[in-house]
């Protein structure tokens, strides 16, 4: 599904450089879900700007699906931390947004969207405003207009730090519903140990350091487990996690 080769990035701060990845390369396979997580500053953000065609490597390449990445795509959904919803539209308008500026008819969207509504439990905010819902609320109608362009790649960074924990922990079995139902191939930035290994069927620990590294690629057969959380198997993978990035400095 998508893959990196050799790739280069580097900011340029007036006359210094900032690089962040020196030939790196990754590959991800099509349903898998991967959870990138690493210290502050590690360039986790700056992997999925990459993976979007928001940003352009310096060196190497990036494919999606057999095709170089040069811009954006438009199966590709990126939700970030701030939702990018329009406060001057109400739910039902944000989510059909994406369709709409395609210029889609709305007999032909309205039935799709309100089934993504139900389904994520907007149906009661429908003609609210983004100041009007709660944290939750936003994050799912960022969500639900990400699934109305029926993506084959979503990307989200850091898409439910700012929550609750309760309202964590039920998005967090949301997303992951969404993932086993959908089969969709994901790639999320969290800070959350648990976080990633609840919902990352693959868990790239990166490195602290002017360029980064992998330092532990862990594959998480049991993710999706019914009460997974609560099993000794779920601990042993926090743990590990924990240790790796404990190696490195944690930010
Ligand atoms: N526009 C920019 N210009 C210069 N340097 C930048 C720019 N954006 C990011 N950086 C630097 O690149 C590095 C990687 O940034 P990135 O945002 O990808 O980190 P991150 O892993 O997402 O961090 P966090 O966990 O804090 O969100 C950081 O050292 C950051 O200071
Ligand atoms: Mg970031």
Not at 6 to 27: E, I, M, N, P, R
Not at 66 to 87: C, D, H, M, N, S
Not at 100 to 127: F, N
Request: aromatic share 6%.
């Amino acid at each position: 599904m998508i893959e990196i080769s050799h790739c280069d990035l580097a900011y340029v701060l007036g006359a210094s450089q900032v690089k962040v990845y020196d030939k790196f390369s990754l590959k991800v396979e099509q349903g898998e879900s991967l959870v990138l997580i690493g210290p502050s500053g590690c360039g986790k953000s700056t992997l999925l700007y990459l993976l979007a065609g928001l940003l352009q490597p310096t060196g190497g390449e990036i494919n999606i699906r057999g095709e170089r990445v040069i811009g954006t795509r438009q199966k590709t959904a990126f939700i970030l931390q701030e939702y990018g919803l329009f406060p001057w539209l109400n739910v039902e308008q944000n989510v059909s947004l994406g369709l709409r500026v395609r210029h889609m008819p709305k007999k032909i969207y309205q039935e799709a969207v309100s089934e993504i509504i139900h389904k994520m439990g907007l149906w009661d905010v429908l003609h609210h405003f983004p100041s009007q819902l709660s944290g939750g609320q936003r994050q799912r109608v960022a969500l639900a207009r990400a699934l109305t362009l029926n993506p084959d790649l979503l990307l989200m960074d850091e898409p439910l730090s700012a929550l609750d924990a309760l309202t964590r922990e039920r998005l967090q079995k949301l997303l992951l519903e969404i993932w086993q139902d959908q089969k969709l191939t994901t790639v999320l930035v969290t800070h959350s140990i648990e976080e990633a290994v609840f919902l990352g069927s693959r868990i790239l620990v990166l490195a602290d350091g002017r360029p980064t590294h992998v330092m532990g690629d862990i594959l998480n057969p049991l993710v999706g487990q019914s009460s997974y959380r609560r099993t000794p198997e779920f601990f042993q993978k926090t743990s590990y996690v924990r240790s790796l990035l404990e190696g490195g400095k944690v930010g």
